[in-house]
């Protein structure tokens, strides 16, 4: 082709290109209004640069091949008339649900609220010939969920192009015709495969998908999930399903399962296994089903949006060496109980005098005969047997994702609280940092459930730290009650709080965490060793029961020992 005819052929093919929109929108603002064609307007323009971007290219490699501009031109017209035609019919057919190529009905549903001038295709619909007026009262269209159907390109696409071009330059800048002929043969077959990938995109709304799931596990099991799989179209080959498991660890949460190929018809039930990776409350899905083409060029997929939520309870572990509820002295229908001191008429012993005890108690009798200040206790029944304080403050967390301070606290709470209730004794669980949870348990077992599905939904996203935020128990909590308290954050000024909850008659029991064993890369560990040897020695002198929590490496392993130093 001479030099001359090359802006007139570009300008040609563009001005073709462009008559081709102006076709489409034209196509789409009658069916479907014009509204609903600006905002279709991109979405077909995205789909068809593909096409634009193919056919370009092949003009390119014809114009060197073809020396005639007249053959080029009508070529050129050929295409992308051939292009124009199949949207149109693809628009025509999503818009209606009528082929306009066999005339054949495709989607009964769609066709009737079209002739109804009801929705059709997601967007208001305005019938092609005159229709007939509709009566006074139509009955309400039912509405329909809209159906997300995308078509992808692989990388294998863009390497095939990459490919098509690199050996229409080479043949170009050495002159050998020979080579154009590899070059258009894969130019045809990525044709070849989005054309099948375009034509064959309805079909994945007519697949079925639906999930079975249990509602609960607990952490580190292992759970089915069930898809059935329903195929109301054609047959349909190279199907693959994927789902998302919120609740396994990252690498694992896709699931992905191939089905092969389903008849019309046809059922089938998929199952997967997912490990319960950690505690928390998560979502199962979305699900995802997806068609591959025979080169695996391109991709359609369709999204479902339903979502199903799985409950994981924290793992529980034996409390070995905390004995809450046989540390007491007296007993109460033949249950070891937690005696608390308060101030009624009931003599219940005498012990040494701690901070904070009023001077009315002192027991001169026992002091003259021990040679140190001692104080009465006088026995007060508890209205809350136990107090389980929760710090969601996120600045205490210490540790990995799953192995932390935060968790171990949820777990030694549960773990306690699931003692308590089978003793018969009420529990109380408030969470901290945040504003404030709370959850009241009569005592039994078969109220722990009730504890495990609060204990699931505990996240540490609070700021607050748990010192200020303590004190807002006094005149909410029982007189009496025993305050167990997880301290993930070793402060010697949470002494002062403690003091001020005992003058309140609160007994705390404090579970205090080793930071530096969670923090093993931590630049910090020393300091964290020295402010949880200085917080244990001066909540110990000041006559507090304190648990050291260490973590001990693997999985959930703790050990609660009471010692007279860490």
Same mark, same amino acid.
């Given at each position: ?9 570009f ?5 073709n ?6 076709? +489409?929108?034209? #196509?789409?603002?009658? %069916? ?7 905002? @279709?307007?991109?979405?077909?323009? !995205? &789909?068809q ?12 490699l014809?114009?060197?091949m ?9 070529f ?17 057919e999503?818009?209606?649900g009528?082929?306009?190529i ?11 609220r ?8 997601g ?5 092609l ?37 690199? +050996?229409?330059? #080479?043949?170009?800048? %050495?002159?050998n ?5 590899? @070059?258009?043969?894969?130019?045809? !077959? &990525? ?5 099948c ?21 607990e952490?580190?099991?292992?759970v089915?999930v ?8 054609a ?36 199952r ?10 998560f ?42 509820l ?7 229908v ?12 009931d ?10 005890d009023?001077?009315?108690l ?40 799953k ?14 609280c699931?003692?308590v209730l089978?003793?018969?004794?009420d529990v ?8 404030r ?25 609070g ?5 200020e935020?303590?004190t807002?128990?006094?005149?909410r ?12 954050v ?6 002062g ?8 008659k609160?007994?705390s029991i ?7 064993s ?11 060793r020295?402010a949880?040897k ?33």
């Open positions: 082709m001479e030099p001359s005819f090359l802006p007139v052929f300008l040609f093919a563009w001005g290109l462009g008559f081709s929109y102006a076709l +489409l929108y034209m #196509l789409k603002a009658k %069916i479907e209004g014009w509204a609903a064609a600006r905002t @279709a307007y991109n979405k077909t323009s !995205l &789909v640069l593909p096409l634009m971007i193919m056919m370009v290219v092949l003009f390119i014809t114009m060197l073809i020396p005639s501009p007249f053959v080029l031109f009508g050129a017209v050929v295409v992308n008339s051939c292009i124009v035609l199949v949207r149109m019919c693809l628009i025509y999503r818009a209606t009528v082929s306009l066999t005339g054949k009905v495709v989607d009964e549903e769609l066709a009737q079209v002739q109804a001038g009801g929705k059709g295709g967007v208001p619909v305005k019938p010939l005159p229709q007939a007026p509709p009566p006074k009262k139509p009955p309400a269209p039912k509405p329909s969920a809209p159906k997300p159907r995308t078509s992808r390109w692989t990388v294998k696409a863009f390497l095939a192009l990459g490919v098509a071009m690199a +050996l229409g330059l #080479l043949a170009y800048l %050495i002159s015709p020979l080579i154009y002929l590899p @070059a258009l043969a894969v130019l045809v !077959l &990525v044709a070849m495969d989005y054309a990938c375009l034509l064959s995109s309805r079909g994945l709304e007519r697949i079925m998908v639906s999930r079975e799931a249990p509602s609960y596990a952490e580190d099991d292992l089915e069930k898809l059935e799989v329903y195929n109301a179209a047959k349909m080959n190279h199907l693959t399903v994927l789902d998302h498991f919120a609740a396994e660890s990252e690498p694992y949460r896709e699931r992905r399962i191939a089905v092969g190929s389903l008849a019309a018809g046809e059922r089938t039930t998929l997967y296994g997912a490990i319960c990776y950690r505690r928390g409350v979502d199962i899905g979305p699900l995802e089903v997806r068609r591959e083409f025979p080169l695996g060029l391109f991709k359609n997929r369709r999204i479902f949006g339903e979502r199903c939520v799985i409950k994981i309870y924290p793992h529980l572990y034996p409390n070995r060496g905390f004995h809450l046989t540390g007491g002295t007296r007993e109460r033949g249950l070891n109980t937690i005696d608390k001191s308060g101030l009624s008429n003599f219940f012993g005498v012990r040494e005098y701690r901070p904070g009023s001077r009315r002192i027991h001169w009798k026992s002091t003259a005969r021990q040679g140190a200040l001692m104080v009465k206790e006088l026995e007060m029944p508890a209205e809350l047997d136990l107090t389980a304080v929760i710090d969601l403050d996120g600045a205490a967390w210490a540790g990995d994702d192995y932390n301070t935060f968790e171990y606290a949820v777990k030694i709470v549960g773990a306690v699931e003692e089978a003793k018969g004794y109380r669980i408030v969470a901290l940092g945040d504003g949870r709370e959850l009241e348990v009569k005592g039994g077992k078969r109220e722990f459930p009730r504890v495990l599905d609060f204990l699931a939904g505990l996240k540490q996203t700021y607050r730290p748990i010192g935020t303590l807002t128990l006094r005149g909590v029982g007189n009496g009650s025993t305050l167990l308290l997880p301290l993930q070793p402060d010697p000024g949470i002494l709080t403690l003091l001020f909850l005992r003058r309140h609160f007994e404090v579970l205090l965490f080793d930071r530096s969670f923090d093993h890369g931590s630049p910090h560990r020393a300091w964290q020295k949880f200085s917080t244990y020695a001066l909540l110990k002198k000041n006559g507090f029961t304190v648990y050291p929590v260490n973590y001990m490496g693997g999985p959930m392993v703790y050990e609660l020992q009471r010692e007279e130093a860490p």
